[in-house]
């Protein structure tokens, strides 16, 4: 037997094996640019118009930004479901859609957020964000790796933060919307800059903060 070409073998095998599910169920990258679009501009329509339109999933679930849902991982949850619904025309008429109404709904099947289990998760918390539907990019804010729908989390004791990377429309410097996920129940957008700035260093997104665990992506993109 030839060890040489055995052993490399059975390296790349056991890579492929322990392969996290984002290495090999990926959107196409025609399908993760529409969705880094839509999630953006839902996020900036929610931000300027408040609470949307209840609305259901196919298997007659409720996916809502509704008062018990409205935290930080509820907002990622808002946005993914706005990507990856098919909206009617009552949607594209209704003017307060006016940042969404004329984006294409994306071709392909959207990969569903998941649970611990690996299956469809319907209220997938930040932690769970975290652990099983993201791989870790950087923890260097200003690194060239980020992208638009990225993810910021912050851990605080056992209180697990979510944030959403975005990027201004003329300048395109980087912004975070997140919701403050407590009884101030508000919905920001800030500037990273401002964030840096925070007058509590624990929601400072630099490596040298213990509580910022860094940026990572969504498992179905790249």
């Given at each position: 037997m030839n060890c040489n070409r055995f052993f490399p073998g059975i390296f790349f095998l056991t890579l492929f094996l322990l392969s996290p599910v984002f290495a090999i169920d990926r959107l196409s990258l025609k399908g993760q640019l529409q969705y880094r679009k839509w999630v953006t501009a839902a996020a900036l329509q929610l931000f300027q118009k408040g609470s949307p339109v209840i609305k259901l999933d196919r298997q007659n679930e409720a996916v809502r930004w509704s008062a018990?849902?409205?935290?930080?991982?509820?907002?990622?949850?808002?946005?993914?479901?706005?990507?990856?619904?098919?909206?009617?025309?009552?949607?594209?008429?209704?003017?307060?859609?006016i940042l969404t109404r004329f984006l294409d709904d994306i071709a392909e099947k959207v990969p569903p957020?998941?649970?611990?289990?690996?299956?469809?998760?319907?209220?997938?918390?930040?932690?769970?964000?975290?652990?099983?539907?993201?791989?870790?990019v950087t923890r260097e804010i200003t690194s060239d790796a980020v992208k638009e729908a990225d993810l910021l989390f912050f851990k605080n004791s056992d209180d697990w933060h979510v944030m959403m990377l975005m990027r201004e429309t003329l300048t395109g410097k980087l912004v975070a919307v997140y919701h403050t996920g407590d009884k101030r129940a508000e919905l920001r957008l800030v500037p990273i800059n401002d964030l840096l700035r925070h007058h509590e260093a624990r929601w400072h997104p630099r490596s040298s903060n213990n509580s910022f665990l860094g940026i990572r992506r969504l498992y179905f993109l790249q």
């Open positions: 018990e849902n409205r935290d930080c991982a509820g907002l990622i949850r808002y946005l993914h479901f706005e990507a990856g619904t098919v909206h009617n025309n009552a949607y594209r008429g209704n003017a307060a859609n957020l998941l649970d611990k289990s690996g299956n469809p998760a319907r209220n997938a918390d930040a932690r769970t964000l975290y652990e099983v539907n993201t791989y870790p």
